[in-house]
């Protein structure tokens, strides 16, 4: 009963769940450098979608049965986005911490928003006014800040890190999958997730039998475990538990502000957890990238008042 007392305060506290939401995402990209010698990043993309799958199993089944009639008339639907907001978006984030910092990966991230705008313009037709174009260049900047490491030197060269590279793709396929939502089949959230997950698990598949035929494979160690552990219940289902009833609370236009603490998050984690160094090429990317999302949400605002 005590548990339950506990749990139900938690559920009823939007702002505190908004700001854990984010915090296991941002931990997402320290488990993805914690992961490097432990488990490979195929490996850990596939058995943290089978944890989901453990996860929803258990606790899930309900609604999922009950939708299932309207799951199955929308599945190649679904496949495609669980490959692309899961499956890619996952393989690439888990490459590229083999390749550059957490503190990179985290305010990269930042970039999701103005990339966002990109692809809704592209295939919805979605206009952008002028404030939110100077918000998502501004991001965009910021990310280039990062790319080239504070130094204009290495556009000269293009001499560009290959994580932070892969990081921008992983940015670039979650931006057209959160652009093709709206079009998701009418279900509860839970069962629409559920889909998502069995397809991301299916479709990761080849891709870790062809880390396994090229010699890529690792299997988890103990650590390793942990890792895909962490991945499987907090950034994969905890934060979008919450980060939903935060936006029943309060609505998605106060809750979406703070995803822009994930690249603070991470850059945070990064240091305190990891020990990187934050350097001051970090702090202007990151102050622009935030400048830009606050820009970009201010001036939708204003325009729709």
């Known amino acids: 009963m005590a548990d339950d007392g506990l749990w ?4 009823g506290r939007p702002y505190l769940l908004l700001v854990l939401s984010p915090l296991f995402w941002a931990g997402n990209a320290v488990a993805s450098r914690l992961a490097v010698g432990e488990v490979s990043p195929m490996a850990l993309t596939t058995f943290r979608w089978s944890g989901v799958l453990l996860l929803l199993a258990l606790f899930a089944m309900k609604p999922i049965m009950a939708d299932w009639p309207v799951m199955k008339g929308r599945l190649p639907y679904m496949l495609a986005m669980g490959a692309l907001g899961f499956t890619f978006f996952n393989a690439f984030f888990y490459i590229a911490a083999h390749f550059t ?12 928003p103005g990339l966002v705008f ?5 295939i919805a037709g979605t206009r952008a006014g002028s404030g939110q174009l100077a918000g998502m260049a501004t991001t965009l900047v910021g990310v280039g800040v990062i790319a080239v490491k504070g130094d204009l030197s290495t556009l000269a060269s293009l001499d560009f890190n290959a994580g932070d590279l892969m990081m921008l ?3 670039v396929v979650y931006a057209l999958y959160t652009v093709l939502l709206p079009r998701r089949p009418k279900i509860a959230g839970l069962s629409f997730f559920a889909g998502l997950s069995v397809a991301a698990f299916l479709t990761s598949l080849p891709f870790l039998a062809a880390e396994i035929a090229m010699g890529q494979y690792v299997a ?5 475990w942990a890792v895909v552990a ?6 994969s289902v905890v934060s979008q538990v919450f980060f939903v009833r935060g936006v029943e609370l309060v609505g998605p236009g106060r809750a979406g502000v703070f995803i822009n603490l994930i690249p603070v998050f991470g850059s945070l984690l990064a240091v305190l957890v990891l020990g990187e160094s934050f350097r001051p090429y970090h702090a202007l990317a990151l102050a622009l990238v935030l400048g830009g999302i606050f820009w970009a949400e201010w001036s939708k605002r204003g325009e729709v008042a």
């Open 230 to 235: 962490y991945c499987a219940v907090f950034p």
């Open 101 to 112: 910092s957490a503190v990179n990966i985290g305010i990269i991230q930042g970039a999701l």
């Open 220 to 224: 988890p160690t103990p650590f390793g």
């Open 169 to 171: 793709g992983a940015c």
């Open 8 to 11: 139900s305060r938690l559920y």
């Open 118 to 122: 990109v692809f809704a313009y592209l």
